[in-house]
């Protein structure tokens, strides 16, 4: 599950018995940080190398707010482009640096786009994007 808005939460557990909900007696305390629901952003994107063959895996650096939970990246076209995490680390300024590993399937200058999904699940409106020559052999 997921909270929205910011505070200490105090949640009872029940349990659903003989047709009837009953306290368990446990409880879960969450502290919802409102730091961490309001500044999920994206800096940038760097592709490690200037060109790459179709196909081929090139890495990306990505420097993130940490209230980002997750990447997505898109081509010209709005498309899906698949990628795998290969690290997450955390910066002295609070942030996070991802190492991403994708590839691209057609030829030419291609301008990716990086985008940020904050732990609702939400897309951060601003991304940030990054090019690369893919050539065809």
């Known amino acids: 599950f997921s ?3 910011a505070g200490d939460r105090t949640l009872t557990l029940q349990a659903y018995r003989a047709g009837q909900w009953t306290e368990t007696g446990a409880s879960i305390h969450l502290d919802v940080d409102a730091d961490k629901l309001a500044s ?4 940038e994107a760097t592709f490690h190398s200037t060109t790459v063959g179709v196909n081929q895996p090139v890495q990306v650096t990505v420097v993130t707010s940490d209230a980002v939970s ?3 990246v898109t081509n010209e076209r709005g498309r899906a482009i698949s990628f795998t995490v290969d690290d997450v680390t955390s910066n002295a300024d609070g942030g996070l640096t991802w190492a991403i590993t ?3 399937g057609s030829a030419g200058m291609r301008i990716l786009n990086f985008k940020a999904v904050d732990i609702n699940g939400g897309i ?4 940030v994007q990054a090019s690369i020559v893919v050539t065809a052999s």
């Not at 951060?124 to 991304?127: A, F, K, L, M």
């Open 3 to 5: 909270l929205g808005t």
């Open 40 to 43: 999920a952003a994206i800096y």
């Open 70 to 72: 997750k990447l997505a």
């Open 102 to 104: 994708l590839s691209v």
């Open 124 to 127: 951060v409106p601003v991304d």
